[in-house]
């Protein structure tokens, strides 16, 4: 649809509604009567960037949702920019067709107006097959204001307070009922005290984040402290055996000049025997 063609829709709408204040129209006069069997309506013109629960937020204020179904690219997951919103009563579509239809929402125009006859998406089971040997076609279930089907609610934690809160106020009993502030204060407390538990979680976690920091840091210490003292030993051990090969070699040369005497002394002695002999062989002969 043309820019042209979209607006001329919107504009038709506010114009009927105009005319409808004006002139007092209400009940099977009313133009919206013609959709009195239906409870969808149409939403278009959306910004690519919102969500179905952005959607549930903004259209919310007019009655309970039980359905919305983004229509979106099958291929990226990214969203058309239009949306099907059903209502749990009919006549909040009315309020948000006269509400919603022209306002501008992250700068964008929406157009919103009643469907007729709401075509509901088809989802197939491609594990199942039936009599055909066709994929079977799986039953349409409403996602409801959640997300997570009609008249099934509380999945979120926030929506499972409020409904214990007020299942609390629905109680009959004999005794005096709980004042709605008391009750309210019940549960700002147990909120007080999840907040204060979650604190303590999260100084318990940073203590032993901090303490294993510190043991990685002696083990980190005491790995450095062991190569030292590995080092240390070895050099204990090569001085140690220098030690030894010095004294060894202090020894042997200890025995070279012991035995180098030995040899020169005993070299004197036969030198002296020898002249003494020289000596008696020449005194016989004169």
């Known amino acids: 649809m043309s820019v042209t063609g ?11 509604a105009e ?15 013609k959709y009195k069997d239906s409870a969808y309506v149409y939403v278009g013109g959306l910004h690519a960037g919102l969500t179905e629960g952005d959607v549930v937020i903004v259209f919310s204020q007019f009655g309970e949702i039980v359905d919305v179904n983004m229509v979106r690219d099958k291929a990226t997951g990214k969203s058309k920019g239009f949306a099907f919103i059903c209502y749990e009563d009919q ?11 022209g306002y ?11 469907v007729e006859k709401y075509k509901a998406p088809k989802e197939f089971d491609e594990n199942e097959v039936d009599a055909d040997g066709d994929p079977k076609l799986l039953e349409y279930k409403a996602t409801g204001a959640e997300g997570a089907g009609h008249e099934v609610f ?39 005290k ?47 055996k220098f ?4 004294e060894k070699d202090k ?14 002394s005993g070299k004197r002695k036969s030198s002296d025997s020898s002249e003494s002999s020289a000596d008696s062989s020449g005194s016989e002969d004169s």
């Open 6 to 16: 979209f607006m001329y829709n919107i504009n038709a709408t506010k114009k009927l």
């Open 19 to 33: 005319i409808e204040l004006k002139e007092g129209y209400e009940g099977n006069r009313s133009w919206h009567h």
């Open 91 to 101: 006549r909040s579509t009315i309020l948000a067709v006269d509400n919603m239809n």
């Open 104 to 114: 501008q929402l992250l700068k964008r125009t929406l157009r919103v107006d009643h």
């Open 154 to 192: 509380n999945v979120i934690a926030g929506q499972k307070q409020i409904a214990e809160i007020a299942g609390q106020r629905r109680e009959r009993t004999s005794f005096k009922a709980e004042d709605e502030d008391e009750a309210w204060a019940k549960a700002f407390e147990q909120t007080i």
């Open 194 to 240: 999840s907040d204060k538990e979650l604190a303590k979680e999260k100084r318990m976690k940073l203590m032993m984040k901090q303490e294993k920091k510190e043991l990685k840091m002696v083990r980190k210490e005491a790995k450095k402290l062991k190569k030292e003292a590995k080092k240390a030993k070895k050099a204990a051990k090569e001085a140690k």
């Open 243 to 246: 030690k030894s090969k010095k």
């Open 251 to 264: 020894k042997g040369s200890k025995e070279v000049a012991s035995s180098r005497q030995r040899t020169g």
